[in-house]
């Protein structure tokens, strides 16, 4: 069992940044790679970027050069640096940790406007 809690959403200008947090629970060892998506209203939940154990990392082509996930080992908290955000990354984000079975967090809620 793992619980996932997400944490640094908000309303920021275009052209901001966020610093989204995701704090792992319970057996984490069984985790070997934890990742943020996000799902925007009408839209379809997608991949924003993945980490795994060994330090790789994956992103989305429409986030590539903009966000940085990254990981904090001792505490199993996972980060997700956003900046030169745009009003197209308004969405719901949700923190999921892989392993023997898939964990969601509840979601933080980014939104872009002016």
């Known amino acids: 069992q793992v619980q996932l809690v997400e944490s640094g959403g908000g309303l920021v200008q275009p052209g901001g940044s966020l610093r989204l947090s995701c704090a792992a629970s319970?057996?984490?060892?069984?985790?070997?790679?934890m990742g943020w998506y996000r799902q925007a209203p009408g839209k379809q939940r997608e991949l924003v970027a993945t980490?795994?154990?060994?330090?790789?990392?994956n992103y989305a082509d429409s986030v590539k050069g903009r966000f940085t996930i990254s990981s904090y080992n001792a505490n199993h908290t996972v980060y997700l640096q956003m900046n030169t955000l745009k009003p197209e990354d308004t969405a719901a984000y949700y923190c999921?940790?892989?392993?023997?079975?898939?964990?969601w967090g509840q979601g933080t809620q980014v939104t872009v406007s002016s």
């Open positions: 999921k940790a892989e392993g023997s079975y898939n964990y």
């Open positions: 319970g057996s984490i060892f069984t985790i070997n790679v």
């Open positions: 980490i795994a154990r060994n330090g790789r990392t």
